[in-house]
């Protein structure tokens, strides 16, 4: 019998140690795939289930207030505006959601706050529900009632109505389809068009020629905050005058004195229920024109609440932050409009 040449032997065996090497890679690699596969679906899993928790929160707040729709008027002085029970913590299976009120609110401060900080003792923490309609609606506002804040010249309240008007043309038929990029819940038009509306931020403000960071965001000392601090994009267009705070009542068309009485009887606990102010808490108005205007500038029922959801795995530490809208109407509140951040 011939053995094989001895350099022969050794191609063989280097042959075969190449071909193990490639299938031992190849196997490698798909076992690679397969737990990066893995790992993704577990978390595209994690988030869809978290994603689920923070609507569910949604839901939870838009339950509360729909046993309140028939009520004709709203705000803090009434004890179930500032019931905790809506914002409570939700848990489930997939994870804990927490639910705060207003848009945007920070979760997680960036920053322990210094105990020995006397400014962060005197930093208020806002109870209860948040509304938009306690703001000026900037994609409804006239430019009157955008000269009521320090900065907004009548040549800028001109200009931010002219480009407002000019984004409508522009969108056309697609500004009633779109909502902020959000998903909705609900195909009705009258909670959707809350939403789609020219200014999709008050940030969008800074695209009308003469706006600036400066008059839109830097403190003033007379509105105790920033101008943006009163303006919205979403809400029904009308100013709840059970909520609005000075600046933005003096936005609606009030006058300085006329604000003050309105926060003064709040204050001391009235609850406005419908719109007869003038004459019993206001003096009359002579100009009618101005009292009509007035009148459809205003209202005593908030409709578009807004939250900040995070919603956070109890076991893989994921988290997701969610933006979301409720709407309430004269028959149900639904939760319409939500987007991630």
């Not at 001895?6 to 490698?28: D, E, F, H, K, T």
């Not at 848990?91 to 401060?109: K, Y």
């Not at 209860?128 to 009157?144: C, Q």
């Not at 931020?201 to 706006?211: R, Y």
Request: glycine share 6%; net charge negative; hydrophobic share 45%.
């Amino acid at each position: 019998m011939t053995l094989p040449p001895r350099n022969q032997r050794g191609s063989v065996l280097i042959v075969s140690m190449v071909v193990l090497v490639l299938i031992s890679a190849m196997a490698a690699r798909v076992v690679y795939q397969t737990r990066l596969e893995l790992k993704i679906q577990q978390q595209v899993n994690a988030l869809t289930g978290l994603r689920a928790v923070a609507r569910g929160a949604a839901h939870q707040v838009a339950g509360f207030l729909s046993t309140h729709v028939e009520e004709t008027s709203n705000g803090p002085t009434l004890p179930w505006w500032i019931e905790q029970a809506p914002l409570a913590p939700l848990t489930l299976p997939a994870g804990e959601a927490m639910i705060v009120a207003g848009i945007p609110v920070p979760l997680i401060p960036e920053e322990a706050p210094d105990p020995d900080d006397p400014a962060d003792e005197e930093e208020e923490v806002a109870i209860g529900l948040v509304d938009a309609e306690a703001l000026l609606n900037i994609n409804t506002a006239s430019p009157e009632q955008l000269m009521a804040f320090p900065g907004f010249s009548n040549v800028l309240a001109e200009a931010i109505v002219s480009y407002r008007e000019a984004l409508i043309e522009s969108l056309g038929d697609q500004a009633a389809l779109q909502s902020e990029a959000d998903a909705s819940e609900s195909g009705d038009a009258p909670a959707l068009s809350y939403v789609a509306a020219p200014f999709r931020s008050v940030h969008d403000l800074l695209q009308v020629e003469g706006m600036t960071k400066a008059i839109l965001y830097e403190p003033i000392t007379e509105l105790d905050g920033a101008v943006a601090d009163f303006l919205t994009c979403c809400s029904n267009g009308r100013v709840n005058i059970n909520t609005a705070p000075h600046p933005a009542l003096m936005g609606a068309g009030f006058s300085e004195e006329e604000a003050n009485v309105l926060v003064s009887e709040r204050n001391g606990g009235t609850h406005f229920k419908d719109l007869s102010i003038f004459g019993t808490v206001l003096p009359t108005i002579v100009d009618e024109e101005r009292r009509q205007r007035l009148e459809r500038a205003i209202t005593v029922r908030s409709s578009t609440f807004p939250l900040t959801i995070e919603a956070t795995s109890t076991t893989s530490g994921h988290s997701v932050v969610l933006v979301a809208r409720i709407f309430l109407d004269e028959a149900s509140a639904r939760f319409v409009s939500w987007r991630e951040i």
